[in-house]
């Protein structure tokens, strides 16, 4: 997948700095940095997001996740994961 291809929730962003701040993630550095240094945009959450998750069925219970899940399914992206949980819900994956 080209560079170009990608976009990062800033729901990932969010739940990395707040696994990293709890010490249950180890990751090095400005977590932007690389982000930046390779243009990826970011997507940005905003009300149709928030408001879609309480139209998934509760198959998983991780609210960034789902967030994400939302996120998917009103801008019609494509999820990269190995999340078995994702598949229980109507949302492309790579």
Do not use: C
Request: charged content about 30%; glycine content about 4%; hydrophobic content about 45%.
């Amino acid at each position: 997948m080209r560079g170009e291809d990608l976009i990062i929730s800033v729901v990932s962003i969010w739940e990395i700095a707040i696994k990293r701040s709890m010490g249950k993630l180890k990751v090095k550095g400005d977590l932007l940095e690389p982000i930046r240094a390779r243009r990826i945009p970011l997507l940005p959450i905003n009300e149709h997001h928030a408001l879609f998750v309480e139209r998934l069925d509760h198959h998983h219970r991780d609210p960034f996740d789902r967030l994400l899940i939302a996120q998917a399914k009103v801008e019609g992206f494509t999820i990269m994961t190995t999340d078995r949980h994702f598949a229980r819900y109507d949302v492309a994956l790579a």
